[in-house]
């Protein structure tokens, strides 16, 4: 049924609930795990493009090879894991990405705000659940005082 899950990470704490979800089905249908970082670059375009800028995108890089890496320590060895990284607005690149390499679900955390903080704040898994021409799976992560919205995150992709 699924031959390619769709993982979006940040490499957040909440990340490993997402990750251990996306095993068990692949798993469970023999399919193999996509795992995509998004540098939000979007958030970024207001900032003049000095030498700092290059030393910005290579930081925000670094930080998800990481998460990738961390993506692929928790999945089990049996499972094929797909890293990939993309720049852009993240539920767009999520979207692109899913459709570009045939991906059959995605599964990504959500903070499951709703009501103003929503609409202030937006959710980036809502858009791809909107949005997306395959299914879905939201996943919930728990979130903490230190945690900040999906949309505040400088490197992309929320949990």
Known sequence: MYDRIL???DGSPGSEAVLTHAETLATTHDSEIHALYVVDTGRFSTLPHEPTWESVTDSLHREGEMALDMAE???ADDVTV???TAEGS???EII????Q???DLIVMGTHGRGGIDRLLLGSVAERVVRSAHVP???VPVETTPQDISEDEQPTGVPQ
């Open 7 to 9: 993982v979006p990470t």
């Open 82 to 84: 797909t890293r990939a």
């Open 90 to 92: 993240p539920s767009r």
């Open 101 to 103: 390499h045939d991906c």
């Open 96 to 99: 692109d990405y899913a459709s």
């Open 73 to 75: 320590r928790l999945v």
């Open 136 to 138: 879905v799976v939201t």
